[in-house]
């Protein structure tokens, strides 16, 4: 992780509440891993992103030998998911599953219930800010981590400001555990 844990910019005011630092990524990966109904939420900024074993969505597939994981892609990334032969990928408008996450009674895209855990990744920085703010707020029984390289100040938890290597490295032990826990 970072050597230093900075947490935002200086003059972003997100409220109160802001998020934690992950410490490391073991901590991120034993957090998704003891959540009973986890939703990863893949955003479009995704195939920019260089992993180790490709791009996020690369590691979103492997992330979903994890059973108990859904995920779930927005914009036009469910056809990616599609086209490396994954069709169990939900599909999905940003906002509008906001709006879903928000409302208690909705059994989520398996029809199994709401969800505990919510994990974004891959999104533009302002959409995601935006999003967890709504959910900081009308949604506060639900957990929310960020796993981009920016400090996400309206998440419960986010793996804070790193360099490109430290964050590849944080996502390949977040996955290689989530593939362990299957």
Same mark, same amino acid.
């Given at each position: ?5 900075? &947490? ?7 409220? !109160?509440?802001?998020?934690? =630092?992950? !410490? ?7 957090? =998704? ?8 939420? =893949? ?7 260089? &992993?180790?074993?490709?791009? %996020?969505? $690369?590691?979103? /597939? ?5 059973k108990k994981l859904s995920v779930v892609a927005t914009a036009h990334?469910?056809g990616e998911f599609r086209k490396r032969g994954v069709d169990k990928?939900?599909?999905? !408008? ?7 996450? &928000? $409302?208690? *009674? ?9 969800? *505990? ?17 709504? %959910?900081?707020?009308?949604? =506060?029984?639900?957990? &929310?981590? @960020? ?5 996400? !100040?309206?998440?419960?938890? @986010? ?11 944080? /996502? ?11």
């Amino acid at each position: 992780m970072s050597a230093k844990n900075r &947490t935002g910019q200086i003059a972003e005011i997100a409220g !109160p509440k802001h998020a934690n =630092i992950f !410490p490391n990524a073991k901590v991120a990966a034993n957090m =998704i891993c003891s959540a009973k109904r986890p939703l990863l939420v =893949i955003g479009s900024k995704s195939l920019e992103m260089e &992993t180790r074993d490709g791009d %996020l969505v $690369d590691s979103a /597939i492997r992330a979903m030998k994890n059973k108990k994981l859904s995920v779930v892609a927005t914009a036009h990334l469910v056809g990616e998911f599609r086209k490396r032969g994954v069709d169990k990928a939900f599909s999905m !408008p940003l906002f509008v599953l906001g709006k879903y996450l &928000t $409302d208690l *009674d909705w059994k989520g895209f398996d029809g199994k219930g709401h969800y *505990d855990m919510v994990i974004f990744a891959g999104f533009p920085y302002y959409m995601e800010w935006l999003l967890e703010s709504g %959910l900081k707020n009308f949604a =506060i029984k639900l957990r &929310t981590a @960020s796993l981009d390289r920016t400090y996400q !100040p309206n998440a419960q938890w @986010s793996l804070g400001w790193m360099p490109v290597p430290d964050w590849q490295e944080s /996502i390949e032990k977040i996955v290689s555990s989530l593939e362990e826990d299957a």
